[in-house]
C-alpha cells in the first residue's frame, strides 16, 4: 500500500486545502469548478489524483475516448502549482535544445522539439474552451541580465533559426531591450512570438469544464489518502469513499508527499513566489513592458514578470526549499520587484502568494509505472503550462491502449533520481542550488 505521510486536512507545508491562496489568479477566476467531494464509494476504469494540468490533461483525454475516469484533488481544482503559477507560455523543454542533442542525441532532440510544438499547439485548443480565452497575451521576451551573456543568447536564436526552422525566435538589441522593458538591468536578449503570457488558474478551470462535459466526474476537496493494489485493480482511498480503478495516474506533483515513492523520488520541491501590484495607471502599466509580452530573465533564480488586462504588474521572484512559505510574501518579492523596477516604490502590493513546483534532477519530467497499472507524471520544473496538459493527454491515452507518440518519447528519457535518498536529497540539491542562486546576486 501506498500512503502519503502528510495531514488529511492540510496540504503541504500545513496549507489550508478548503480554498484558493489569496492569488490575483483567485479573485479574477470567478466562482470554482463545481466538483462535490467524493461521498460514498466509487467504481471507474481510470483513476487520477490531482486536479492540474497534468491530471485534468489526463481525464480530459480518457473522457473524450468514452472511458469512465474518476480524478480526485485535495483542494480546489487548480489549487496547486497549475493554478498559482507566473502564466508564461514558454516553447520548449527547459532543458535548451544543444542540451538535448548533447546528452540524448541529436534525433530524439528534434523529436522533443516537434513534440514541444505539438504541445504548444494543443494549448492553442485549450485557451480556446475559455469564454475569455485564458487572458492569453502573444509574446515572451528573454532578457540577459549581464551584457557578457547576450552573444550566447544570440548564437542560440541563430542556431534555432537555422537548424530547427523557428523563425518564430528573433533577436533583441540593447537599445531594443531597453525601448521595450522600463529597466536599466537588461542588456538584450530575445523575443519568441509563440510564447506568451495567460490567466492559468482560468485554464485550468477551462480543462476541468471540458472534461466533464466529456463524461469525466470530477471531486474536489478529495484528498487522498492511500493506494492499495487489488485483484480488481487499484483501490483509491479518501476520508468518505474508495475508488476502485483499474488503472491510476499520479499526477500530483511536488504536493505528492510519496504517494508514489519512486516518483517522490525524484523530484525536489520548490517554493516560488510572485505579486502584484495594485491597479496602475494604464499609461504607465503599458509603459512597463512596451509590447505588452511577458518577460523572463536570464538569472538562475528567474526573475518573471508581466502586465495583466487590468493594469498590474505581476512579478515572480525569490525562492525557498523546505515546506513552509515565508510569513509575508510581499515582503520576499518586493525588494526583487524594486531591483527591476525602482520607479514602482510607491506601488502598493494588492495580492501575494507562493506555490510548489516539481523539479527533477535533469529538469526533464518523466512517467514512470512502478507497479502495473499504476503510472506516475511528474518532474515538469517550471515549464508546465504548455507540456502538462499535453503530456497528461498523451499518457491518458496510452493508459487507455491507443499509440501515442508523446508517451513513447517521454518513456525514452532518464528519469533519474536525486542522490541522496529520500531524506538527504532535500539539503544537498537545496545547498547546490542556493550556491547557484548566489551568482545571481554577484
Known amino acids: 500500500m501506498f500512503a502519503p505521510r502528510s495531514n488529511e486536512r492540510a496540504g503541504p507545508g500545513g496549507e489550508d486545502t478548503s480554498r484558493f491562496p489569496s492569488s490575483y489568479y483567485a479573485a479574477t477566476s470567478g466562482p470554482p469548478i463545481d466538483a462535490p467531494a467524493l461521498d460514498g464509494d466509487g467504481v471507474s476504469d481510470f483513476c487520477v489524483i490531482g486536479g492540474g494540468f497534468a491530471g485534468l490533461g489526463a481525464a480530459l483525454a480518457l473522457a473524450r475516448m468514452g472511458r469512465t475516469v474518476r480524478l480526485v484533488e485535495m483542494g480546489p481544482i487548480g489549487w496547486g502549482a497549475s493554478g498559482r503559477n507566473g502564466g508564461q507560455v514558454h516553447v520548449g523543454w527547459h532543458q535548451e535544445q544543444p542540451w538535448l542533442e548533447q546528452k540524448l542525441g541529436l534525433e530524439t532532440a528534434r523529436q522533443m522539439w516537434r513534440a514541444a510544438l505539438e504541445a504548444r499547439d494543443h494549448l492553442d485548443t485549450l485557451i480556446a474552451l475559455d469564454p475569455d480565452a485564458c487572458d ?37 538589441s540593447r537599445d531594443e531591450m531597453r525601448a521595450t522593458i522600463a529597466s536599466d538591468d537588461y542588456h538584450g536578449g530575445s523575443f519568441d512570438a509563440r510564447g506568451g503570457h495567460l490567466h492559468p488558474l482560468k485554464l485550468a478551470q477551462a480543462m476541468a469544464r471540458a472534461a466533464q462535459a466529456a463524461g469525466a466526474v470530477v471531486h474536489a476537496q478529495t484528498r487522498c489518502l492511500a493506494l492499495k493494489q487489488a485483484a480488481d485493480g487499484w483501490h483509491v482511498t479518501t476520508p468518505n469513499g474508495t475508488i476502485r480503478a483499474g488503472q491510476v495516474l499520479d499526477a500530483t506533483g511536488a504536493y505528492a508527499r510519496a504517494l508514489v515513492p519512486q516518483g517522490d523520488a525524484r523530484v525536489l520541491p520548490i517554493n516560488n513566489y510572485i505579486a502584484t501590484t495594485a491597479p496602475l495607471d494604464p499609461a504607465r502599466a503599458t509603459g512597463l513592458i512596451r509590447n505588452g509580452a511577458a518577460v523572463s530573465d536570464g538569472r538562475y533564480v528567474v526573475y518573471y514578470f508581466r502586465v495583466t488586462p487590468d493594469h498590474r504588474l505581476l512579478f515572480g521572484g525569490g525562492e525557498s526549499y523546505g515546506l513552509g512559505m515565508p510569513h509575508d510574501i510581499a515582503a520576499t518579492v518586493r525588494p526583487h520587484m524594486l531591483r527591476i523596477f525602482p520607479q514602482l516604490a510607491d506601488v502598493a502590493i494588492s495580492h501575494a502568494w507562493g506555490g510548489t513546483l516539481a523539479i527533477s534532477p535533469n529538469r526533464l519530467p518523466f512517467v514512470i509505472e512502478p507497479r502495473p497499472g499504476l503510472f506516475a507524471l511528474n518532474g515538469f520544473s517550471g515549464v508546465g503550462v504548455v507540456l502538462a496538459p499535453w503530456l497528461g493527454r498523451a499518457i491518458g491515452q496510452a493508459m487507455a491502449g491507443a499509440v501515442n507518440s508523446g508517451y513513447d518519447l517521454l518513456r525514452r528519457l532518464p528519469s533519474p533520481r536525486f542522490p541522496g535518498g529520500p531524506w538527504l536529497r532535500w539539503p544537498t540539491q537545496a545547498l547546490a542550488m542556493q550556491f547557484m542562486a548566489l551568482r545571481d546576486r554577484i
Not at 557578457?148 to 533577436?171: E, F, K, P, Q, W
Open 136 to 172: 492569453y497575451r502573444q509574446g515572451l521576451v528573454h532578457a540577459d541580465h549581464r551584457a557578457g551573456n547576450v552573444i550566447a543568447t544570440h548564437a542560440h536564436v541563430a542556431m534555432m533559426r537555422d537548424r530547427y526552422g523557428y523563425d518564430s525566435l528573433t533577436l533583441v
